[in-house]
């Protein structure tokens, strides 16, 4: 079965930084493309980047300039560093299966940008 375990969550000051991190196994993940989704307080989900497994990645105009998403395909990890926080980035962050964030999820890490 599919399981993504997203970890290194927590709270941080605005202008701070964070690197996520998602282990994924039950599935060939070089193979699939991945994404980070969020959810913040009373919203829906928020598409936040996407990284083929061939090509460049892709990031909502609302963090570009300050996410950036990686992988290691070795090592089954996805990765998602934040820098520049806002107190608006304040969510829980998903890793998901699929460039669009619509297939697998995971549990969820909780980011609090707060002073």
């Known amino acids: 079965a599919v399981r993504l375990v997203e970890s290194g969550g927590g709270l941080v000051q605005p202008g701070g930084s964070l690197r996520l991190s998602c282990a994924a196994s039950g599935f060939i993940f070089s193979s699939n493309a991945m994404s980070w989704v969020r959810q913040a307080p009373g919203k829906g989900l928020e598409w936040v980047s996407g990284?083929?497994?061939?090509?460049?990645?892709a990031y909502a105009n609302s963090v570009k300039g300050r996410f950036t998403i990686s992988r290691d395909n070795a090592k089954n990890m996805l990765y998602l560093q934040l820098n520049g926080l806002r107190i608006d980035d304040t969510a829980i962050y998903y890793c998901?299966?699929?460039?669009?964030?619509?297939?697998?999820r995971g549990q969820g890490t909780q980011v609090t940008v707060s002073s």
């Open positions: 990284i083929n497994r061939d090509s460049g990645p």
């Open positions: 998901a299966r699929g460039f669009t964030g619509t297939l697998d």
